[in-house]
């Protein structure tokens, strides 16, 4: 069964750093490339990040460039998101999520993490 | 980036019921489009990708369709777990864009 148990959410201040992680089971993490993606109320869903099953090929949405780092360590099928220099509007629920490609990723997702809650507010 | 508009945003619908939910797309996608359902609390869950393709283990009842800038969600014989939100996403050009949703709740 694959699980997505994701750690390291919380409440920090404008202009601190947090990271978050994504423990990955249940199939073959290296192979695949993997996903983060928020979600707010008043933004609904929006991707974040994407980085290949190698770790080698990164890509970032606009609204992050710069400021958040895709991670991940296929020896502890692990996937991270560092963020930095977080903002107001970076307060969300952050998913991890499976791509359904192997590879350098499709942008599909079919697993997804429990989700974690990230607020950033003084 | 490329505009994705769900319709209706909501509606009420009973068991039972046949419902069609649509996305279009500000641009042509082809058939690079996924449907997710979201519950309350939970993750959203792929339902269907390239534009028709179901998922493993996703209901039959579920069917996409369209192509290009248009694309519908079809459930057959609506059951109470089907009352969600769906989304939809298009992930034909950088970056992947969601749709607002469209919630689907019980009359």
């Known amino acids: 069964e694959v699980q997505l148990l994701q750690s390291g959410g919380g409440l920090v201040q404008p202009g601190e750093s947090l990271r978050l992680s994504c423990a990955a089971s249940?199939?073959?993490?290296?192979?695949?490339?993997m996903n983060w993606v928020r979600q707010t109320p008043g933004m609904g869903l929006e991707w974040v990040s994407i980085?290949?099953?190698?770790?080698?090929?990164?890509s970032y949405a606009d609204s992050v460039k710069g400021r958040f780092t895709i991670s991940r360590d296929n020896s502890k099928n692990t996937l991270y998101l560092q963020m930095n220099s977080l903002r107001a509007e970076d307060t969300a629920v952050y998913y991890c999520?499976?791509?359904?490609?192997?590879?350098?990723?499709?942008?599909?997702?079919?697993?997804w993490g429990q989700g974690t809650l990230v607020t950033v507010s003084s | 980036a490329i505009q994705m508009t769900q319709s209706p945003s909501s509606f009420s619908a009973a068991r039972g019921d046949r419902v069609t939910l649509t996305c279009r797309a500000s641009?042509?996608?082809?058939?690079?489009l996924a449907w997710y359902q979201q519950k309350p609390g939970e993750a959203p869950k792929l339902l269907i990708y390239?534009?028709?393709t179901l998922q493993s283990g996703v209901p039959s009842r579920f069917s996409g369709s369209g192509s290009g800038t248009n694309f519908t969600l079809s459930i057959n014989c609506l059951q109470s777990e089907d009352f969600a939100t769906y989304y939809c996403?298009?992930?034909?050009?950088?970056?992947?864009?969601f749709g607002q949703g469209t919630k689907v709740d019980i009359k």
């Open positions: 996403q298009q992930y034909y050009s950088y970056p992947p864009t």
């Open positions: 999520a499976k791509d359904l490609s192997q590879g350098s990723g499709t942008y599909k997702m079919d697993y």
């Open positions: 641009q042509d996608v082809t058939s690079y």
């Open positions: 390239a534009a028709s």
């Open positions: 980085v290949s099953s190698s770790g080698v090929s990164t």
């Open positions: 249940g199939f073959s993490f290296s192979t695949y490339a």
